[in-house]
């Protein structure tokens, strides 16, 4: 036998190699992470999704200095981060981490502390109130940001503008209606051929304040469907497919043909997708729009604590599915520059922020509503 | 040099544990570092034993107010509401079975064909081009599937497969529509495509062990081709062929990011397999960045439920490839 | 086998034999098989060429397609710059998540490569067949078939709920996956290494663990770096374990704990999710960048193997 000559060569090699990768990953993560987080001490960690990253850059140091992190709906989620961003990029001291992880999600994390405030499409029910009263300390604030629309978003080939009535609308999600071309969607649509496909429903997985609008609307404008599912964060759908977060079901729209599910406004125009016409209330079709959705705040009476709900308004040009998403704070906090950058950031979005809302398609407050909002965030203040 | 061949049933030990002229153990040291490095050396193997006891003591004792206050229900029920605290997995159960066994009735004749292909059909130089391919799909992260599932393998082959079958077999109630590509079929197509180089290389392995003088003998006898392989490599291989189905199957069980995309995150059960559906995995997948409290408890006991399945298949499965392959 | 045989042996028991008469003098010709076995064996050669057709479509699929959609977005930015403020923007990249893996990776390597490596050479050298070196053997099959995510879900219920998301934790769940992989490799490895070797050694006067350290691992070195570099492979390709220990971020971070930490994985993972056209086309092009770092892995681990020519 002869004696093989030892082949150290592989061996070392991949200890090299390994060495290099784990100095060449805390290397650039090193430079990295210098560049990116100019604040100090790193962000809260919670039982929730991907954090916001942040834009900051070095440069004049501001008189706000905190690290904010936030946690809920995925509704005004794309608004909320480009706020932040904006804000960031004005005041480099301050971090605000948003993450989008559903109403339900965000309440749960408001009421265990973990995050700095909430964001919910759900005001929260009264035992939720009390519950996280009782964890912070201190009275719970529902501050409404925008009012956003609800969309039927449908992936059907060459066919724009597809129109419903919520009854017909309500047949679909309950799998009465299970074909396009359906006598009942066919009556709405004349002059158009829909296809012989089955419809596919796609709802959320997760627990949403979409959901809770979506749902809360159906349970008004049927009455099988409020005896039979209800509405709320979570229900049990009867049929359909489910995707995470309104992107995860504007993906599933955009992937099943045939499909139809509702989803916040910019989603479905970010991801080109078609989205339907829908009847309100004073009979007419309504084109879900910035115009639309505004209309439908108008003439609601608003209660003390904020708490309201804006669905199948009366107006005439009202899109019938609209609702007001609101963050959740507390009255009293206990470190006063968190207060400091939370109120500035909260008056800045609600006053300056109104620009980017209209260009992404959330209709901003109006301004009796605007006004309640900003009291309401000035009576933050520290313990 | 030829070194004299040694005895390979003498004990290694002899030589080095003698009161040999060697002065690191005339000093003793060489004694020490040796049973230094047998302590080290095994405390690395018994690491494995308890990191898998304190796996299992560590979850199940997560999960256990969850068992406790859901009881047998935890896998009888469907019902899954984490806002009012009912927690029944009995759904995703149904699916990943469902989905495991769809993977698998689809694997199993492509990876028999393409084993038998490499040991019996196939012209030397195609074995090893095929056999990179296979470690390859092999290889391949199931994020990758799962990405390609969705955008490539969903409009090309799921829906429209889906919607001819519905169409045209939807009498028969596991056929029945709206058919999507996202749904318990959808997902065990899929999982066929990642377990069938698994079943492959376990059958190359199991038919190669196959005596060439037994194959002749068939052909000699005037057998053809698929006859020799029928009398003479099936049945010598049936342990270690239904061994590496079950691997297959344990694989399937556990697999979770290329399911969660593609089965339709639907809780509830369904017969139709073109409708959408939950697995085990997904569902931790999914719901846990989500998740607080008494619902990450349910789904730490949704993965000790998929933990105990797996378990028991893949010792089931060791247990026969063992017998096989080993003495 | 003496039933179905009888059918193909001519001069059985009727002395005719696909309708021919059999007798002395029977040629060659008369023992070809019946035109229905012909044809069976035909239909099963055509359906096991269809089966390897089938399963060869997928490999040439996803390499094309990944490769083809990824390279249309993987430009300098992608591989240097991390994630953009939200999914919809266009630009940035994946260095968030390639960093993160490389640094679990490297870290579940650092564990799991010496412990791996030290309980095979246990295996082999030390306890050869006695109960707990069964017990260890089993054990590791075993292992090797838990479900990732449950990896993940102990790492969670271990770990993260003390100390909070993190690389550290990330890593602690792909070392608990690799180290049965590299145990059981290595051992594979190990017991090849000529007995003559060893006793050379040892006639020499070395002690056992100056054999093991000097002569046997770097004999068995190629062997078991083929091993490692496949279990490494396999680390970097794993998302559903991080998803419940690292958790996923936007940002790029070299925090071992306390932080969670994103990966190329995780970052595809939500990519794939996605409706917006600019985080699909960044999931295709980070597809294709794991997909090369994995391959790299295979494929060089296969050239070490086929160089020292240690073969299976």
Redesign the interface.
């Known amino acids: 036998m002869i004696v093989k000559k030892t082949h150290k060569g592989p061996a070392a090699v991949l200890v090299l190699v390994l060495l290099v990768i784990g100095l060449v990953g805390v290397a650039a993560a090193g430079c990295g992470e210098a560049a990116d987080l100019p604040a100090a001490g790193g962000s809260d960690t919670t039982a929730s999704g991907t954090a916001a990253t942040t834009a900051g850059s070095g440069g004049q140091s501001a008189p706000l200095t905190a690290s904010l992190n936030g946690a809920g709906a995925t509704f005004p989620e794309p608004l909320y981060i480009e706020w932040i961003g904006e804000f960031q990029a004005a005041n480099p001291e301050v971090t605000i981490n948003y993450q989008g992880i559903g109403s339900g999600g965000g309440i749960e994390q408001f009421t265990k502390l973990t995050v700095d405030f909430g964001a919910s499409d759900a005001p929260m029910k009264d035992e939720e109130v009390t519950a996280a009263e009782a964890a912070g300390g201190a009275k719970v604030l529902h501050i409404p940001t925008v009012f956003g629309a609800v969309v039927l978003a449908y992936n059907l080939e060459g066919i724009e503008g597809l129109k419903l009535d919520p009854g017909t609308l309500a047949a679909i999600f309950l799998g009465t209606i299970t074909s396009w071309n359906d006598a009942k969607v066919a009556a709405l649509n004349p002059g158009v051929t829909l296809p012989d496909k089955p419809i596919q429903v796609v709802h959320r997985s997760d627990s949403s304040g979409t959901t809770s609008i979506f749902t809360g609307y159906l349970a008004q404008v049927s009455s099988e469907w409020a005896d039979t599912v209800g509405g709320g964060k979570e229900v049990q759908w009867p049929v359909g497919i489910g995707g995470q977060g309104n992107d995860g079901v504007a993906a599933v729209v955009q992937q099943q043909a045939g499909s139809i599910g509702y989803v916040e406004l910019s989603y479905a125009t970010e991801s080109g997708l078609t989205m339907a016409t829908l009847q309100n209330q004073a009979g007419n079709f309504i084109i879900p729009s910035l115009e639309s959705t505004s209309a439908a705040a108008v003439g609601v009476e608003f209660p003390e604590d904020l708490r309201f709900s804006v669905s199948n308004s009366t107006g005439e040009q009202a899109y019938p599915i609209v609702g007001a998403t609101w963050i959740l704070v507390y009255e009293k906090m206990k470190d006063a520059a968190k207060v400091d950058a939370l109120k500035a950031w909260l008056t800045w979005s609600l006053n300056e922020g109104t620009a980017i809302a209209e260009e992404l398609g959330y209709a901003p407050l109006s301004e009796e509503l605007k006004a309640l909002a900003l009291a309401k965030i000035e009576s933050i203040s520290t313990f | 040099m030829r070194w004299p061949r040694s005895n390979p049933s003498a004990p290694s030990r002899v030589i080095s544990t003698t009161k040999s002229a060697s002065p690191w153990q005339r000093r003793g040291v060489g004694r020490r570092a040796d049973s230094l490095f047998v302590i080290l050396a095994a405390s690395s193997g018994v690491l494995i034993l308890l990191v898998l006891a304190w796996m299992v003591v560590s979850t199940t004792g997560t999960a256990l107010p969850v068992f406790g206050s859901q009881g047998i229900s935890f896998i009888t029920s469907s019902e899954w509401s984490p806002s009012d605290g009912e927690f029944g997995a009995l759904a995703f159960i149904y699916g990943t079975v469902i989905t495991s066994v769809i993977a698998l009735l689809i694997a199993i004749p492509l990876s028999l064909g393409v084993s038998l292909f490499l040991t019996e059909y196939s012209p030397k130089r195609l074995k090893t081009p095929i056999g990179y391919a296979i470690d390859l799909l092999a290889a391949v992260p199931s994020v990758i599937y799962g990405l390609w599932g969705v955008f490539i393998l969903l409009p090309l082959f799921l829906q429209p497969t889906a919607d001819f079958l519905a169409k045209y077999l939807g009498f028969i109630p596991i056929f029945k529509g709206p058919a999507s590509g996202l749904s318990y079929f959808g997902a065990g197509v899929i999982l066929a495509v990642m377990i069938t180089p698994i079943i492959t290389s376990l059958c190359r392995e199991v038919f190669a062990t196959v005596p060439n003088a037994d194959r002749h003998a068939a052909y000699a006898l005037g057998a053809t081709k698929w006859e020799m392989i029928r009398q003479s490599v099936l049945p010598r291989g049936r342990a270690g062929i239904v061994g590496a189905i079950m691997l297959g199957l344990g694989r399937a069980l556990g697999e979770t990011i290329a399911v969660a995309l593609l089965i339709g995150s639907a809780v509830r059960i369904d017969v139709s397999w073109l409708r959408p559906g939950y697995s085990m995995a997904a569902v931790i997948a999914n719901q846990f960045q989500e998740a607080t409290g008494d619902h990450i408890r349910a789904l730490v006991g949704v993965g000790v439920v998929l933990f105990a399945l797996t378990i028991l298949i893949n010792m089931g499965a060791r247990a026969l490839v063992w017998r096989f392959n080993r003495i | 086998?003496s039933d179905?045989?009888s059918s193909?042996?001519?001069g059985g028991s009727q002395d005719r034999w696909a309708g021919r008469r059999v007798g002395p003098g029977v040629s060659l010709k008369d023992?070809r098989?019946t035109r229905r076995?012909?044809w069976?064996?035909r239909r099963?050669?055509f359906?096991?060429?269809?089966?390897?057709g089938?399963?060869?479509i997928?490999?040439v699929?996803?390499?094309y397609?990944?490769t083809a959609k990824g390279i249309a977005t993987m430009d300098w930015e992608f591989l240097t710059s991390?994630?953009?403020?939200?999914?919809?923007r266009e630009g940035g990249g994946f260095?968030?998540g390639l960093?993160g893996t490389?640094?679990m990776?490297?870290?579940a390597?650092?564990v799991s490569i010496?412990?791996?490596v030290?309980?095979a050479?246990?295996?082999v050298?030390?306890?050869k067949k006695n109960w707990?070196?069964k017990?260890?053997r089993?054990?590791?099959?075993?292992?090797t078939?838990?479900?990732?995510?449950?990896?993940g879900?102990?790492v969670?219920?271990?770990l993260v709920?003390e100390f909070?998301?993190?690389a550290l934790m990330g890593a602690a769940s792909l070392a608990?996956i690799m180290?049965?992989i590299i145990?059981r490799s290595t051992e594979e490895m190990l017991k090849l290494v000529?007995?003559?070797?060893?006793?050379?050694s040892?006639?020499l006067?070395?002690?056992?663990?100056?054999?093991?350290i000097k002569?046997i691992?770097?004999?068995a070195?190629?062997g078991?770096?083929t091993g490692?570099?496949l279990a490494?492979?396999r680390a970097?390709?794993?998302?559903?374990p991080l998803?419940?220990t690292a958790?996923?971020?936007?940002?790029?971070?070299?925090?071992l704990w306390?932080?969670?930490m994103?990966s190329l994985?995780l970052a595809?993972?939500?990519?794939?999710?996605?409706?917006?056209?600019a985080g699909?086309a960044r999931?295709?092009a980070g597809?294709l960048e794991?997909?090369i770092i994995?391959?790299v892995f295979?494929i060089a681990a296969?050239l070490?193997a086929s160089r020292?020519r240690i073969s299976r």
């Not at chain 3, 359906?47 to 390897?52: G, Q, T």
């Not at chain 3, 078939?145 to 990896?151: D, I, N, R």
């Not at chain 3, 000529?194 to 050379?200: I, S, V």
Request: with cysteine.
């Open positions: 086998m179905s045989l193909i042996v001519p023992c098989p076995r012909v069976r064996d099963n050669t359906l096991v060429s269809l089966a390897v089938i399963t060869m997928p490999v699929m996803i390499l397609q990944i991390s994630m953009p403020l939200s999914f919809r260095l968030n960093v490389f640094i990776v490297g870290l390597s650092a010496p412990f791996g030290l309980a050479v246990y295996l050298e030390y306890g707990l070196a017990l260890i089993f054990f590791s099959d075993v292992m078939g838990v479900p990732s995510v449950f990896v879900l102990f969670y219920t271990a709920i909070g998301f993190g608990i180290m049965p145990v000529p007995q003559e070797l060893k006793d050379a040892y006639a006067g070395a002690a056992k663990w100056q054999t093991v002569i691992l770097p004999s070195a190629p078991i770096t490692v570099m490494v492979a970097a390709g794993e998302t559903a998803i419940l958790l996923g971020s936007y940002q790029l971070t070299a925090k306390g932080k969670p994103s994985t595809i993972f939500d990519g794939a999710r996605n409706p917006f056209a699909q999931a295709w597809a794991l997909l994995v391959l295979t296969r070490v020292s």
